[in-house]
């Protein structure tokens, strides 16, 4: 499903990236870099917009030839962003709705732990084993 | 605490209890490792800054399923009612602001103080019991976006009041 899940802190900079190792990795960065002033536009739309854009899911953020990337704004700023393979078609909204979901508790449970140093990079096992599963899926 | 904090529906008296027995033993804890008159604006800054890690922690998951903010008064709001109530089972009683920044927050009876005899006895040592609750309150707004200061203020026992000073940046 997911060929690059990204975790962004509040000050813009990346706490966990991480991307299918068969493809260019820089390539990745370079695509979640660029989607960060969308999310920042669709975050600062809320508020004069309509209420049902209150949501923390902000939906596909924007399409490029080969990738739709899908993003993901927590209630502390943190982004979360999903690259996918735009030949997946398969793939619904409500999908990458509960993908994101399941990143945020899992980002939850790594902000809640006590040897968790709030801003650094995320080096949890379980974290990253969920982040596994999103990208298996796929293949 | 944990998750079951949050579900109100679920707590038990033990829950309450637990986290209060907790509470008076991390501060006679930090109290007899800063022993000393001049040491106790260190013990009290040390018990400010972990319930900043916690308040941290705990907005994180509080604010899992909920819209995102309007503004910051959306977000005292929260803090007022959903955040007090999971943390102490009760809203905050009186929320006032000068709209400058500047906000009260009033408990008429203040979980952490109501073990403690309402004379004006231990009135001196209150400010160790308002010093986690603080850096709660500071914790959870920081990672909401919102820096702050926070302070505390007793005048009768139970009740307290929560002066939190945004700062614009």
Same mark, same amino acid.
Request: net charge neutral; aromatic share 12%; proline share 2%.
């Given at each position: 499903m997911a060929v690059c899940v990204a975790v962004i802190a509040k000050e813009n900079y990346p706490l966990y990236i991480r991307s299918v190792p068969t493809q260019n990795e820089l390539k990745f960065h370079y695509t979640v870099h660029t989607s960060l002033d969308v999310v920042e536009e669709k975050v600062s739309a809320v508020g004069k917009a309509l209420p049902d854009q209150r949501?923390?899911?902000?939906?596909?953020?924007?399409?490029?030839?080969?990738?739709?990337?899908? @993003?993901?704004?927590?209630? !502390? &700023?943190?982004?979360?962003? +999903? *690259?996918?393979?735009?030949?997946?078609? =398969?793939?619904?909204?409500?999908?990458i709705r509960s993908m994101?979901?399941?990143?945020?508790?899992?980002?939850?449970?790594?902000?809640?732990?006590?040897?968790?140093?709030? @801003?650094?990079?995320?080096? !949890? &096992?379980?974290?990253?084993? +969920? *982040?596994?599963?999103?990208?298996?899926? =796929?293949? | 605490m944990d998750n079951s904090v949050c579900n109100v529906g679920h707590t038990s008296m033990a829950d309450e209890a637990l986290f209060?027995?907790?509470?008076?033993?991390?501060?006679?804890?930090?109290?007899?490792?800063?022993?000393?008159?001049?040491e106790n604006g260190r013990c009290v800054s040390k018990l400010e800054n972990m319930g900043f890690r916690v308040g941290q922690g705990l907005i994180e998951r509080f604010t899992k399923d909920t819209a995102r903010f309007k503004d910051e008064l959306?977000?005292?709001?929260?803090?007022?009612?959903?955040?007090?109530?999971?943390?102490?089972?009760?809203?905050?009683?009186?929320?006032?602001?000068?709209?400058?920044?500047?906000?009260?927050?009033?408990?008429?009876?203040?979980?952490?103080l109501t073990q403690l005899s309402a004379g004006k006895q231990y009135l001196e040592n209150a400010p160790k019991y308002l010093a986690f609750t603080c850096g709660l309150v500071?914790?959870?707004?920081?990672?909401?976006?919102?820096?702050?200061?926070?302070t505390a203020e007793v005048s009768v026992m139970p009740a307290c009041k929560f002066q939190v000073m945004i700062q614009k940046m």
């Open positions: 949501e923390l899911y902000l939906g596909l953020l924007y399409p490029t030839e080969d990738y739709k990337v899908y @993003g993901y704004v927590t209630n !502390s &700023k943190v982004k979360f962003v +999903i *690259v996918v393979d735009s030949s997946n078609t =398969s793939l619904r909204d409500n999908e994101f979901r399941k990143l945020h508790s899992s980002f939850t449970d790594v902000m809640c732990n006590p040897f968790y140093n709030p @801003g650094d990079t995320i080096q !949890s &096992k379980s974290f990253d084993s +969920i *982040v596994s599963a999103m990208m298996v899926q =796929s293949s | 209060q027995f907790l509470h008076n033993e991390v501060i006679q804890y930090v109290n007899t490792t800063e022993s000393g008159e001049t959306d977000v005292m709001k929260f803090i007022c009612k959903d955040f007090w109530t999971c943390v102490f089972k009760k809203q905050i009683d009186n929320l006032r602001t000068n709209h400058q920044g500047i906000y009260v927050l009033q408990d008429n009876k203040f979980r952490l500071r914790g959870a707004l920081s990672n909401l976006g919102v820096k702050s200061i926070v």
